[in-house]
């Protein structure tokens, strides 16, 4: 039952155990062993103050004193153990304003969003189930702990994660609590944009994302978000019927500005704080799909988008344009290359200022430069510094 990273951080659960507190497995760990899935991060609760944490390992990081979690550090792992806790308010819709810690496990599940995140497991294996999210689970419900408007006062993220956890795990939402959902769905709009974010990809990487966005439409929820709620009603229900799971918030932005063209791929990126990574790769996906569009699939193409897009991209032009592209195809074009990549070239800035010693410096450089790129890459010139000399010779007399 108890599987391998389990049972390496079970000797936290012992150390806690030995010196008279408890000590347990919670949250999503336990429900993603339950369905089988893979697990990333164990997270543990305990009966012990941060403080007596902080004395029983070596290894330590307060992270969260506040709040009551101290991560441990176990044979190259990070565990976050935190007190049982009661959330108090969360005014500022980021962490709650104060948190009063409670002595026993049933209290610290009470206060946690849903039934399937409620469980506890001891490090024998021993599940405490309060809340029939086993049940849950099996029938594949995402229903709250307790009553649905306090859990969602509490932190309207929740709502979110409902969405997100019906598209990882192909849930429906329990009738109460998707009341609850669509009658506080205005609270999502005073949320730190950055925990959106997380959720929004979540979302968009599980498999069953196309019931994810029919859930967004019917509470909608899109209204609440940035973007959308100028009234961009139409992205959500034009990709309803072709979406599939993708990898990375990059995608996303480049789905939806293809959808919506008058919104630039920076207006998504500053909206919803993404990083310098998620924009670049945005704009190389939306980049790499307009050249498609025009000159289908050629060398020039495999030329500007890198590698790591391809997947990305390839999920890009299936939901847009409903068309598959073979990877093989990609693979075989990409190994043709003539050059991989700019440095490659044989020819520089400096053998232009030889060939043109009465040129002063300038944009003409950078011109002839990617022009000769295009012509190597697209086999129209052969990458070598003799031909190229005449290529450029011939055409590139008069500067431009
Ligand atoms: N707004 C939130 C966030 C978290 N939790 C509780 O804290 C646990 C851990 O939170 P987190 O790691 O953020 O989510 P997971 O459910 O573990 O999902 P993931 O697989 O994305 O880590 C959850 O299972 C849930 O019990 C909660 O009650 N309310
Ligand atoms: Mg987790």
Known sequence: ?????????????????????????????????????????I????????????????????????HGTVIVRHEGESYEVTTYRQD????????????????????????????????????????????????????????????????????????LRAVRFSSQLGCTIQKDTLEAMY?????????????????????????????????????????????FQAGYSNIFKDMKDKIIPLQSFAEVIAIFHLLEPTIKIHDWTRNYKCSNNIKNDALKLINAYHFYQSNGLNNWLLYILPKKLWAGWMRTVFVIDNTTIQ?????????????????QLDLDGNDLMDWFPHRAKGKWIKNILEEVEYLVVTMQLVNEKKLIKEWVLCNRQEPN
Request: with cysteine; proline share 4%.
């Open 183 to 227: 009658a506080i769905r205005s609270q999502i709009q005073h949320l730190a944009i950055e925990r959106i974010t997380v959720e929004l990809t979540k979302l968009f990487q599980g498999q069953h994302v196309a019931k994810a966005i029919q859930y967004i439409i019917d509470l909608r929820l899109d209204e609440q978000l940035p973007i």
């Open 43 to 66: 997270d543990i609760a305990t009966s012990a103050t941060p403080n007596e944490v902080m004395k029983l390992f070596n290894k330590v990081i307060p992270v969260g004193i506040e």
């Open 327 to 343: 990877h093989e195809l990609l693979q075989e074009i990409s190994a043709s290359l003539p050059i991989q990549q700019r440095s």
């Open 1 to 41: 039952m108890i599987s391998e990273p389990f049972l390496k951080a079970s000797p936290i659960l012992s150390t806690l155990v030995s010196n008279g507190h408890e000590g347990y497995f919670v949250g999503g760990c336990v429900r993603d062993l339950l369905l089988q899935k893979e697990i990333h991060d």
């Open 88 to 159: 108090g308010e969360y005014t500022d819709h980021r962490r709650p304003n104060d948190v009063r810690f409670v002595t026993n496990l049933a209290e610290d599940l009470r206060r946690r969003d849903f039934t399937i995140n409620a469980l506890a497991m001891d490090r024998k294996g021993r599940i405490t189930d309060l809340f029939h999210g086993q049940e849950d689970l099996e029938k594949k419900l995402i229903r709250t702990v307790g009553n649905p408007e306090e859990r969602f006062q509490e932190d309207a993220l929740r709502i």
